[in-house]
């Protein structure tokens, strides 16, 4: 790590939201960093702001973005807040001329991602969305071979995620779970999406409503169709969060995650029926520190972001789209520009 610190200056930041979630960045994905210093806390809730100094002694907490900026002078922020106040926390900060790192899913709708991803664009700010299913080693070498044509032209593709998970359970799961799919599929594919076909496993209304899986046809451009299944119930193996894909070619089976949970599983089987293994690199970093380290090199003008806001609004679409095929039980295209 030390030799990876040659040549980085530290990377001043605060963070937004102190809730759950925000607290598990704290503890486990910021300190993973030694580059970024966290010189500001941000919540709404006097409650949130005593829980967290009562609990790590730091006293640098802030009801407001506009303070936090202004009181320390950090050029970025990240912020793992609710759903609901994702658009308004990311106009704050970008308006307040700070880069920053969202967490997904971006928005509910692709006009409000486009117009968040256009502020940041005319105000020359990094913008990033933590899409971290990426950075799970073996999503670089799945979109590797699909380049390659390592099993010749795609014909055929499913996606299955089942774990027994009350977060996914007990919220939508459209919103909590297949946004982190969706943007897979426009990564591992270079593809965009076309149109979706969504059945709840229970009703759904409005974005608020509750729904522990679907069963979905996903249509992306070049008449590639992926059938996807989402489920939070029932007993069977669990698998990887980024799922288990089965990919097939004219030339053989790629085949990217395993039960139980096996995220580095990935294969390639022939015609013959013969098996390869195919080599997972370790990354140094991944998942949402890896997401994180995207970022703030970023930041310092020597990277991207692993999904910029305006690439990730392409995903928000789809998104969108399913949602509201599960609202009203059709085929929804997915909104192109």
């Known amino acids: 790590m030390a030799a990876e610190l040659v040549g980085r200056g530290m990377t001043d930041l605060i963070q937004i939201g102190l809730g759950p ?28 702001r005593a829980a967290f100094t009562a609990k790590t002694g730091d006293d640098n907490v802030f009801a407001t973005v506009e303070e936090a900026l202004a009181a320390t002078g950090a050029v970025a922020a990240i912020a793992p807040v609710a759903i609901g106040a994702h658009a308004a926390v990311a106009r704050q900060v970008l308006e307040a001329g700070a880069h920053l790192l969202l967490e997904k899913p971006f928005t509910l709708d692709a006009a409000t991602a486009r117009e968040l991803a256009g502020l940041a664009e005319r105000k020359g700010l990094v913008f990033g969305i933590d899409q971290n299913y990426r950075i799970f080693p073996g999503a670089p070498v799945v979109r590797d071979l699909l380049e390659r044509r390592a099993v010749g032209a795609v014909r055929r593709v499913s996606l299955e995620w089942h774990r027994d998970h009350a977060g996914v359970r007990d919220a939508n799961s459209l919103i909590e779970l297949a946004i982190h799919h969706f943007d897979l599929m426009r990564y591992l594919f270079g593809r965009e999406g076309m149109a979706i076909t969504c059945v709840p496993v229970t009703p759904i209304r409005s974005a608020q409503d509750h729904t522990p899986g679907a069963s979905l046809i996903v249509e992306l451009d070049g008449g590639l169709t992926i059938d996807y299944v989402l489920s939070s119930q029932g007993v069977g193996p669990q698998t990887p969060w980024p799922g288990v894909w089965r990919i097939s070619g004219d030339e053989g089976l790629l085949t990217w995650g395993a039960a139980p949970d096996d995220h580095r599983a990935v294969s390639i089987t022939d015609a013959a029926g013969n ?14 520190a890896g997401v994180l380290r995207a970022f703030v090199d970023a930041v310092a003008g020597t990277g991207e972001p692993t999904s910029p806001a305006a690439d990730n609004a392409h995903s928000v679409a789809m998104l969108e789209a399913a949602l509201t095929s599960a609202r009203t039980g059709e085929r929804t295209r997915v909104e192109r520009w």
């Not at 993973?32 to 806390?41: A, E, I, M």
């Not at 098996?275 to 949402?288: C, D, G, H, K, Y």
């Open 21 to 48: 979630w925000g607290l598990d960045w704290a503890a486990n994905i910021l300190p993973r960093l030694p580059d970024v210093r966290v010189t500001g806390w941000v919540d709404a809730s006097p409650e949130a």
């Open 275 to 288: 098996v390869r293994a195919v080599e997972v690199p370790e990354l140094p970093l991944f998942e949402r």
